[in-house]
């Protein structure tokens, strides 16, 4: 079992920046793959990004990519998601989830990943 707690959501203004967090505790953390999702009200949690048990792998899906930057410090239990020059339509509940690691290979749907966080709000303003 893995639990997963993310923070560092809040409300920013457009072209603002966040850093969230998601702090993992129970089997070794350092053994899985960990994503970010999204869901905005009315909407399928979608992908946002992957990284690999060791961090060598990372991938951003193309509407974040170049402003969002996932990375993990297995020292620290801990999986960021620095998020960058934020949108409006990047509204929505952030959730992290650890999935079974397969190398580089990255999960990029929800059936990949096994352990899911409760969720953080991050609010973007016009």
């Known amino acids: 079992q893995v639990q997963l707690v993310e923070s560092g959501g809040g409300l920013v203004e457009a072209g603002g920046s966040l850093r969230l967090s998601c702090a993992a505790s129970?089997?070794?953390?350092?053994?899985?793959?960990m994503g970010w999702f999204r869901q905005a009200p009315g909407m399928e949690r979608e992908f946002v990004a992957a990284?690999?048990?060791?961090?060598?792998?990372?991938y951003e899906t193309d509407s974040v990519k170049g402003r969002f930057t996932i990375s993990r410090d297995n020292a620290k239990n801990t999986v960021y998601l620095q998020m960058d020059s934020l949108k409006p339509e990047d509204t929505a509940v952030y959730y992290c989830a650890a999935g079974p690691s397969y190398g580089v290979v990255l999960g990029f749907s929800v059936n990949d990943y096994d352990y899911w966080g409760q969720g953080t709000q991050v609010t973007v303003s016009s």
């Open positions: 129970g089997r070794t953390f350092s053994s899985y793959a």
């Open positions: 990284i690999s048990w060791s961090g060598g792998s990372t």
